[in-house]
């Protein structure tokens, strides 16, 4: 069993819409999150960083962090064309000095 | 944050040979990573460039196939030895450059590597 499972989609949405996004983790002892966007051809851009369980606001982002069901998610409302991109979770443990876990990242089309 | 240049941005390369990737950093950085990101698959840790001494390589990954310096904080390269097709991938150099405990890693754009 992968320690990060991400669904890869490919999820294709209505301009507008509400898009939610999920990862669930096997390893208990992880603690820092993290929500990647990756555009085509570019690196993995930073988009939402929490620390243990709860809710974190961004403007148009929402990362929630469950840890007793091992499960994250990402939501983006109002979604733009621009938001279209690969979307990774990472994880981390004691410290993000160290390594980061991935999910497959999953592949999201906002058409107009 | 810290802005990240990687070079090549990408190659095509015969199998056999040597190719070393170069990660610049326009300042000083606390850590410096080296991840493989292949079709399909979820980003990979090659290892830690650690300044001044041997880099940290995680499970499966060896110096003789991915030697990496860091001489200063500000750059490291990754060398992808003896090249065959399964190394084909997207090479990726990330950086923490705020101080302090528990920052996030930023990423380069990658370079992307295919091998004949």
């Known amino acids: 069993q992968k320690e990060v499972e991400q669904d890869p989609g490919p999820l294709s949405v209505p301009e507008g819409a509400i898009v939610s996004l999920n990862c669930t983790y096997s390893?208990?002892?992880?603690?820092?999150f993290m929500w990647y966007r990756q555009y085509s051809r570019k690196g993995p851009e930073l988009l939402m960083y929490t620390y243990s369980s709860g809710n974190k606001e961004d403007g148009r982002f929402t990362a929630q962090v469950d840890k007793s069901s091992k499960y994250i998610s990402l939501f983006i409302r109002d979604s733009q064309p621009s938001d279209s991109a690969t979307y990774l979770c990472?994880?981390?443990?004691?410290?993000?000095?160290?390594?980061?876990?991935f999910g497959r990242g999953t592949q999201l089309t906002v058409w107009p | 944050s810290a802005v990240i240049s990687q070079k090549p941005s990408r190659d095509i390369c015969q199998r056999g040979t040597s190719l070393t990737i170069q990660c610049q950093v326009d300042s000083q950085v606390t850590m410096m990573f080296w991840y493989r990101q292949q079709p399909g698959q979820s980003l990979t840790l090659i290892a830690t460039?650690?300044?001044?001494?041997?880099?940290?390589?995680e499970s499966g990954f060896v110096i003789d196939k991915f030697p990496i310096s860091r001489p200063n904080l500000t750059f490291s390269t990754l060398t992808v030895s003896n090249m065959s097709p399964e190394d084909s991938s997207i090479y990726l150099c990330?950086?923490?450059?705020?101080?302090?405990?528990?920052?996030?890693?930023?990423f380069g754009d990658g370079t992307r590597l295919s091998i004949l």
């Open positions: 460039a650690n300044q001044g001494s041997e880099a940290t390589y």
């Open positions: 990472a994880m981390a443990r004691g410290s993000t000095l160290g390594r980061l876990y």
């Open positions: 390893n208990s002892a992880f603690q820092y």
């Open positions: 990330s950086v923490t450059s705020e101080t302090g405990d528990n920052q996030p890693q930023h």
